[in-house]
């Protein structure tokens, strides 16, 4: 049997098919309405006992906000009744988006209302994102499967040649370079001339006399 609350009033029942992160989103909806509702009884009562107040005492200022108080009550009362259908039907019909768009306009509302129906509205837009953006999922292994890795194996590398090392110790004699391959050292033997002037022998190739300097001849 129906009841005239519940075209007012949003269930407390969250469905059970509903993603974890929408699930958070009806739960911080739901109780936001409630909030609305208690805060438009609240602006009620303070808008009339302060024009009651006004009257009594012919305080013009205290009679207007007395009035002040009865139309906060009606803004945060509509607003209780429209996000029913706006956010919390939307939700539980899986209309993530469209509910997270309405629910900008409640939380600006909200302010009317101590600000409080406005935190519970950011987390129900931040609950609805999550919903709509999953994060990526990731398969696991099959059951029973069992991944092996292989051993390490360190790589083997080819061990480096270096030409034989030419350095000698520190003290010990230079080595001699070999001799010519087919001329001994004691074959290199040169053309020998004799000086006209001193008779003194001397190479051929040598232009002057050593011992005298007279040219050759």
């Known amino acids: 049997m129906s009841t005239p609350l519940e075209g007012i009033l949003a269930s407390s029942a969250v469905p059970p098919w509903l993603p974890r992160d929408a699930q958070e989103a009806r739960k911080f909806s739901y109780w936001a309405q409630i909030i609305f509702l208690l805060m438009a009884f609240i602006w009620f009562v303070i808008g009339i006992a302060t024009i009651a107040t006004g009257i009594a005492y012919g305080n013009a200022g205290g ?47 909200g302010i009317v209302a101590f600000v409080l129906p406005t935190i519970l509205l950011i987390l129900v837009y931040m609950n609805l994102s999550s919903a709509m953006n999953p994060p990526p999922a990731y398969a696991p292994y099959p059951t029973g499967a069992a991944v092996a890795q292989q051993p390490y194996q360190p790589q083997q590398y080819p061990a480096a040649q270096y030409p034989p090392s030419q350095y000698q110790q520190p003290g010990a004699p230079p080595q ?34 050593p011992n005298c300097g007279a040219p050759r001849a």
């Open 176 to 209: 001699a370079a070999p001799p010519a391959v087919g001329m001994p050292p004691e074959q290199h033997k040169y053309q020998m001339v004799k000086c006209k002037n001193c008779n003194v022998q001397f190479p051929a190739f040598m232009a002057n006399c």
């Open 63 to 109: 009679i207007a906000w007395g009035f002040f108080g009865l139309i906060m009550s009606v803004v945060c009362g509509l607003s209780g009744i429209f996000m029913k259908r706006s956010v919390i039907d939307e939700i539980d019909h899986g209309r993530f988006n469209d509910a997270r768009n309405a629910s900008v306009i409640w939380l600006i509302i």
